[in-house]
């Protein structure tokens, strides 16, 4: 199992390691694929500055980051899709 870490500033900006890549992203949401689970990131104003699978790095930057939410990895995409409707 491959270690994460988060990292989140004034809430406006997320560098996290251990990142295998992003199944879907709005303005207000984004859906970043762990090795073992999911994270949901919500906020305002959202967008990917950084993605580096190959090294696992994820900088996503906005007005206001307000939720980080794990999911287990055993939700499908076609499930997760309903969360960016």
Known sequence: MKNHE???KQQKT???TGVVGVDGMTDKQLDVELEQNRLVIKGE?????KL?????????A??????LTYVGKN??????????K
């Not at 104003?45 to 500055?49: A, E, M, Y």
């Not at 580096?52 to 996503?60: A, F, I, M, R, Y």
């Open 14 to 16: 997320l560098h996290a």
């Open 75 to 84: 939700k499908t995409k076609a499930g997760l899709s309903k969360l960016f």
């Open 6 to 8: 988060i990292v989140l």
């Open 45 to 49: 104003g959202l967008s990917v500055s």
């Open 62 to 67: 906005g007005e206001v980051i307000t939720s």
């Open 52 to 60: 580096d699978t190959e090294q696992g790095n994820l900088v996503v």
